[in-house]
């Protein structure tokens, strides 16, 4: 980054990282690898995995590898993948400090929507995607975002339930509706995914366990649509890039 630096580096000279703006302002430093496990890794990987192993190790903080598998119809889980991505992860030398699987944390994730809800920080929208997208483009807030926390708390028992279905009703996070980055603007946090078959948390349960086995035999329900032979189960509600941290 430094000019001073490019003009004393020589071919062989060792390369570090460029140092992140604002470092000053946080306590502490913590990166996350985030993979989908529905199948290993690839090259295009590799990239995030050694920033955010690197740069946590250089300012000493924490590097979290976290498995994102809450979406059971896009990018469906593999049990075998996860092992797999952990093995990888370890052979590029970059030891991770923490991991976490989402769908263990499900039933977290729901406690912070309600809280969310119940206290305004978002809301239910039940905009068709093209209409949400062209109001937010310009800037405007959509019309359900200005309803009551109990409006949208109401609706939200709804999407856990299944009454609301698949593709009828998002939960967004209140944001600036101006902000710069158009796909940061009241972003999605969870959706009704239309696979209700059983509750979230046994159908969670279901996978946590699974997921756990250590004779490597994942033995599962059948009935119900509560998971399938590779370990699936299917979350009434899919969660989307949230950090509970
Ligand atoms: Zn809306």
Aim: aromatic content about 10%.
């Amino acid at each position: 980054m430094s000019s001073q630096k490019g003009a004393t580096a020589g071919p062989t000279d060792a390369k570090v990282l460029a140092p992140l703006p604002n470092v000053d302002k946080y306590s502490q430093i913590v990166t996350r690898f985030a993979p989908n496990p529905d199948f290993v890794l690839h090259i295009g990987s590799l990239r995030a995995v050694f920033l955010s192993h690197d740069y946590a190790r250089m300012y000493k903080g924490k590097f979290i590898l976290r498995f994102e598998d809450t979406d059971p119809r896009l990018k469906r889980s593999v049990i075998e993948y996860y092992g797999q991505i952990e093995k990888d992860v370890k052979w590029l030398g970059c030891q991770w400090d923490e991991e976490y699987i989402m769908s263990d944390r499900v039933p977290i994730y729901y406690e912070y929507a309600e809280k969310a809800l119940g206290q305004g920080f978002a809301f239910v929208c039940t905009c068709e995607p093209d209409q949400f997208k062209a109001i937010i483009e310009s800037g405007r807030a959509c019309p359900h975002r200005s309803k009551s926390p109990a409006e949208s708390l109401a609706q939200w028992h709804k999407m856990l339930s299944g009454e609301l279905k698949e593709g009828e009703a998002v939960v967004r996070v209140k944001t600036e509706t101006t902000h710069p980055n158009p796909a940061v603007r009241d972003w999605p946090a969870f959706r009704s995914s239309g696979r209700v078959q059983v509750s979230g948390l046994a159908s969670v349960q279901l996978l946590s366990r699974g997921r756990r086995s250590s004779d490597g035999c994942y033995s599962y329900h059948s009935g119900k649509g509560a998971s399938d032979q590779r370990g699936q189960a299917d979350l009434p509600l899919q969660a989307h890039g949230l950090v509970v941290s």
